[in-house]
């Protein structure tokens, strides 16, 4: 139980296009997702979270222009990743936490999405 | 806001041996300590996690110590096996509104058959 897809897991666009990026709770409802950004050999840093039917709230130095996040349902949150340009170029990670989970409780993670930006 | 410290950074054992990862956090309100492995390409796994209210937790050859007073706590993986190579991180959760996680650098084990 408890898994995260997300989608797509590879995705490689040229600059100054946008990039959406998919994360959906399966087989739980999760009223809290997460989305983080890991650079190579780095740890993950969170860039925003987002609560269904609200707005997201970012993390200082992210622009929330750039990075638009929607959280519409209780099983699926996008990352819109806006004009990418070569600096954006990471690896994306969502999680999710269940509805009803308690603060002690794990997140469960999407397998990351690598978006490559020309 | 909360701020953990992982180290080493890097560990290499040789298969069979046992492998220590430490980790320190700085927010006395943390409650909750999860760890979790990344596979290459992947995203995280959670493999153990440990609650304040208890100092040691086990799970097969896998074990998580918690000192509260010291805000430390640890990851023992025993008899280690090549499948264990893998980026390991340990992550605090704090008491903040929207319980966010904050997660040490990560540790590259390396288990040399």
């Known amino acids: 139980g408890a898994v995260v897809s997300q989608h797509p897991s590879r995705v490689i666009c040229k600059s100054g296009t946008s990039v959406k990026i998919e994360c959906r709770s399966l087989?739980?409802?999760?009223?809290?997702m997460f989305w983080y950004r890991q650079f190579p050999k780095q740890s993950l840093m969170l860039m925003a979270t987002?609560?269904?039917?609200?707005?997201?709230?970012?993390e200082q130095g992210v622009e929330k222009d750039k990075f638009l996040i929607n959280h519409a349902s209780l099983t699926l949150s996008t990352l819109t990743v806006t004009s990418a340009h070569p600096e954006d170029s990471s690896f994306y990670i969502c999680?999710?936490?269940?509805?009803?989970?308690?603060?002690?409780?794990?997140?469960?993670f999407g397998n990351g999405t690598r978006l490559t930006v020309t | 806001g909360e701020n953990v410290e992982q180290h080493p950074s890097t560990l290499s054992v040789q298969e069979g041996d046992s492998a220590v990862i430490k980790c320190t956090y700085s927010d006395s309100a943390s409650n909750y300590f999860p760890w979790y492995k990344q596979e290459l390409g992947k995203g995280p796994q959670l493999i153990i996690d440990?609650?304040?209210?208890?100092g040691e937790k086990k799970d097969q050859r896998i074990a998580v110590t918690l000192n509260k007073t010291a805000k430390h706590f640890s990851l023992h993986i025993t008899e280690t096996q090549p499948e264990d190579s893998a980026v390991y991180f340990c992550?605090?959760?704090?008491?903040?509104?929207?319980?966010?996680?904050?997660f040490g650098i990560g540790t590259k084990l390396q288990v040399i058959p």
């Open positions: 992550a605090a959760t704090s008491s903040g509104g929207y319980q966010k996680v904050t």
């Open positions: 987002s609560n269904e039917g609200s707005k997201a709230t970012y």
């Open positions: 087989d739980f409802q999760a009223t809290t």
């Open positions: 440990i609650r304040s209210n208890v």
């Open positions: 999680s999710a936490r269940g509805l009803g989970d308690s603060l002690n409780s794990p997140l469960h």
